[in-house]
């Protein structure tokens, strides 16, 4: 299937590239999109390898054309994908099975992540479309945990794109973009970029689910911006001391929020040293706030013992054993 004259005789697009003539580069675009999965895959790479090859003045001719509103709306027609969440959902019965084959841009996020950055940069295709299984491919972008890719299309959406659900799938719980990239560090500071200028209750966005996640990679910064923004994370943990023990779990360095959540009167539980992989300094850090020891929970013989188990004779100095100051001894 060709090109409508029509188009062409709009753009009077003259393109000759040495063998690689103005034939060629059309004969590709009809591959790219009235072919199928495979041939139309084949047919991007050819565009972007010698589209990567070509002067200036040539890349100038091939961006009017692949930048035009004809190329997307080939791409949404053709590739089968949809332009927003509201779209997807009207279009709910005529979703695939995610057994069936992929369209172009949803491999791209898999396969090919230059490919992939190729049409969105040339506007062949948006970061907040949703492709023919109903999922947005920021989705598709989240589950291979492509962070480059992610924060490539985030910084071309706009922040209200991720407010919107991430898919239409049942087994995601309408959850939307900025909820998901709560599970993970890199992608929610890169998403909080974008919406911590903007004037939306957090407390509706960002539910106990994703303030549970918050907590396992919250910096003091995080903590007091959130705060700032309504979201108490030491109100969270202070509900639920267990997450005490996922913040000591999943957190690079836990201690600057340890300390901000003590700011908040905000206090370790009595397992605390226990749950620990490095108690010792687990307990220097109770000893330089001040925490009174023996600590609730941890008698003097506890202490004794978990000082001997340690190893630390400069901490087993600062413990009070019967009221006094206990120097270090050959016992310790």
């Not at 003539?21 to 675009?29: E, V």
Request: glycine share 4%.
């Amino acid at each position: 299937m060709e090109v409508t004259n029509q188009f062409i005789n709009e753009k009077k697009l003259q393109i000759v590239n040495g063998a690689r003539s103005y034939g060629w580069f059309m004969s590709q675009i009809d591959c790219l999109f009235w072919s199928d999965t495979l041939k139309s895959k084949q047919a991007l790479h050819h565009i972007l390898r010698y589209y990567e090859q070509a002067d200036p003045d040539l890349r100038f001719e091939w961006d009017n054309f692949l930048q035009s509103d004809w190329t997307r709306r080939s791409a949404l027609a053709h590739w089968k994908l949809f332009s927003d969440f509201d779209q997807t959902v009207e279009s709910q019965d005529c979703l695939q099975s995610e057994h069936e084959h992929p369209d172009v841009a949803s491999c791209c996020v898999y396969e090919s992540p230059d490919s992939f950055h190729f049409l969105i940069r040339q506007g062949i295709i948006r970061p907040c479309y949703y492709n023919s299984f109903g999922h947005s491919l920021f989705l598709l972008a989240f589950q291979k945990r492509a962070i480059e890719t992610i924060n490539y299309m985030i910084s071309t959406m706009s922040p209200m794109d991720l407010l919107a659900p991430a898919s239409v799938a049942e087994m995601w719980d309408g959850r939307s973009i900025i909820q998901l990239a709560a599970t993970n560090s890199v992608v929610f500071g890169i998403c909080w970029e974008k919406i911590d200028q903007m004037l939306l209750d957090l407390g509706e966005i960002l539910q106990e689910r994703e303030i549970r996640e918050i907590c396992r990679f919250a910096s003091m910064g995080l903590a007091s911006r959130l705060y700032q923004r309504g979201i108490d994370l030491a109100d969270a943990v202070k509900k639920d001391s267990s997450l005490w023990l996922e913040i000591i779990m999943y957190h690079v360095d836990p201690t600057s929020f340890f300390d901000w959540l003590f700011t908040k009167n905000c206090l370790p539980p009595q397992d605390f040293l226990l749950c620990h992989p490095d108690p010792d300094s687990a307990l220097v850090w109770l000893l330089a706030n001040n925490f009174p020891l023996p600590y609730p929970g941890h008698g003097q013989a506890f202490l004794r013992q978990f000082a001997i188990r340690c190893g630390s004779l400069e901490v087993a100095h600062w413990l009070s054993f019967d009221g006094a100051m206990t120097e270090p001894t050959s016992e310790l």
